[in-house]
């Protein structure tokens, strides 16, 4: 393995100036569950290492307002127990508790699978259908951006040199809503999504449909928002009809990779199915009646 500084700062500012000294060789260290694989087969060399573990607020669920503040650094074990997290918002905390194994999910954190930038991160798609903002700290100071802009490319995101993720951000939500999430995967556990769908509806008083936002993963480059998924639903009460239009919009969308995993039809037939079957339990849980 490589040589590189490690660094363990106890404020974000301090971070900051580590991640932005090395001109660009600097990696944020969280779980480590990626860095540390990535680092011992040679996939990245960095020379710079800043572990921020150590920032108070880092670490942690807090409810603010009528919705919740994740640190950037909690392991999805700490989520996966958040009782209040757990009723309010399931398809994220059910999609962070995909992660891995129990030994991973002590570790593994949001932060590094959204910037891990796999277009198969089980809990990307239902971060961005919760409409997940995240806190950026930087340079140039501190920005809240929507969680689906910070992925751009299979590896790859929109953090500018120096920039770490602080905190994310999950809203409040209306009476009868609610989320879920469902993946397809080739064994039990311990393995990546060949597909992966996360649904988030809210419905009005006679359970029919008024707001829903569809995301799928590992049928792309990142995870995808597919509005025309989302229409199919708003206005219905989850008929077949709804049900038929919302799957042909999910395989519309898709542009997956073909591989011994799952071929491009397998992947796109998957993907409708999973929305479908996604979009059932959210509705079941916001309460709907089909
Ligand atoms: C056995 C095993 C099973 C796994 N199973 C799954 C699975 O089922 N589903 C799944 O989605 N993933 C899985 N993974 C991958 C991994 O566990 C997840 O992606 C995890 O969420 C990564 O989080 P981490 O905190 O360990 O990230 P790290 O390894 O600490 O970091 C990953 C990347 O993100 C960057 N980073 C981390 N934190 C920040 C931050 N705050 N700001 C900016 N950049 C940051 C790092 O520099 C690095 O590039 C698995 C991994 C292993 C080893």
Do not use: H, I, K, N
């Given at each position: 393995m490589a040589t590189f500084t490690y660094s363990a700062p106890k404020t974000v500012e301090e971070a900051v100036r580590a991640l932005s000294s090395a001109n660009g060789a600097a990696r944020v260290l969280s779980g480590g569950t990626d860095l540390l694989v990535q680092l011992r087969t040679g996939r990245t060399k960095p020379a710079v290492i800043v572990d921020v573990k150590r920032i108070p607020g880092l670490i942690g669920v807090r409810a603010e307002g009528d919705g919740f503040v994740i640190g950037a650094a909690t392991p999805c074990a700490v989520i996966g127990e958040h009782p209040e997290l757990k009723t309010v918002w399931p398809g994220v905390v059910e999609a962070a508790r995909l992660i891995g194994s129990t030994q991973v999910q002590g570790r593994a954190t949001l932060a590094g699978n959204l910037c891990n930038?796999?277009?198969?991160?089980?809990s990307v798609p239902a971060l961005i259908a919760a409409r997940a903002t995240c806190v950026l700290a930087g340079p140039g100071g501190q920005r809240e951006v929507p969680v689906e802009a910070i992925a751009t490319g299979p590896g790859t995101t929109s953090l500018a040199p120096g920039e770490l993720v602080v905190e994310f951000r999950l809203p409040g939500r209306p009476p009868r809503s609610a989320d879920a999430y469902l993946r397809f995967i080739?064994?039990?556990?311990m393995d990546i999504a060949v597909v992966g769908a996360a649904v988030n509806v809210a419905l009005d008083a006679s359970g029919t449909c008024r707001e829903a936002r569809i995301v799928l993963g590992a049928v792309a480059p990142t995870a995808i928002l597919v509005p025309e998924a989302a229409a199919a639903l708003?206005?219905?009460?989850?008929d077949g009809d709804a049900l038929r239009r919302l799957d042909a919009a999910t395989r519309r969308a898709c542009t997956p990779i073909d591989d011994k995993r799952g071929t491009v039809e397998f992947r796109t037939r998957v993907a409708g199915v999973l929305a479908r079957r996604a979009a059932g339990l959210a509705f079941q849980r916001a309460g709907g009646s089909q």
């Open positions: 930038a796999s277009p198969a991160a089980d080739p064994r039990t556990e708003v206005g219905s009460r989850l």
